[in-house]
């Protein structure tokens, strides 16, 4: 896809989407034989539900329908969240990471697995787990250290209301 096609879909779909209360994060067309798939990933501060996504991927095909931002050959329009291990590109991404375990690569010091802390305008506080039985540490990045970052897939792994919740009913079941 020419860059100039690019900025146009974008220049056109990301009003619709910011109505909706999302953000763009990507447009991509591929060619899939001979048909096209614009592809284009939405996500908020809050998430994006199915009944969201519907709503914007109507607008998105209005929209498309009554323009030529396609062309004239046929194409399907898939609309969809970032996924589980999705990329941090933006300030924004490491702020909904927050409390999320992330690989980062560094410049210098190679890979680093840890969790987001804090998040400011310079950079991020993580919490780095303890090895052998060690305590976690915590350490500051700076986002001009940062080379790549992912988000990593947790199994098991129960957030702190889980871990309330749990208690509770321990507490609970002791009274009884």
């Given amino acids: 896809m020419s860059t100039t096609q690019s900025e146009r879909l974008r220049e056109l779909l990301e009003p619709l989407v910011t109505s909706q209360g999302l953000d763009l994060e990507e447009i991509a067309v591929d060619s899939v034989g001979r048909k096209r798939v614009l592809r284009v990933v939405v996500d908020s501060d809050t998430g994006a539900d199915l009944d969201r ?14 323009t030529d931002a396609m062309g004239a050959g046929e194409y399907t329009l898939e609309v969809g969240t970032p996924g589980a291990e999705r990329a941090l590109t933006e300030h924004r991404h490491y702020v909904r990471a927050t409390d999320r375990l992330v690989k980062f690569q560094l410049h210098e010091d ?14 991020l506080d993580v919490e780095v787990p303890g090895v052998k ?39 609970e079941e002791e009274e009884a």
């Avoid at 709503?55 to 209005?62: E, K």
């Avoid at 190679?110 to 950079?123: F, K, S």
């Avoid at 060690?134 to 209301?161: C, M, S, Y």
């Fill in 110 to 123: 190679g890979e680093l697995v840890a969790r987001i802390l804090t998040v400011d305008d310079e950079g």
């Fill in 53 to 66: 996504i519907a709503d914007v991927s109507r607008a998105l095909s209005a929209k498309l329908d009554e």
């Fill in 133 to 171: 039985g060690r305590r976690p540490t915590t350490r500051r990045l700076a986002f001009a250290d940062i080379d790549k970052a992912r988000v990593q897939v947790e199994f098991g792994r129960k957030d702190k209301q889980d871990n309330k919740q749990d208690e509770k009913d321990m507490k």
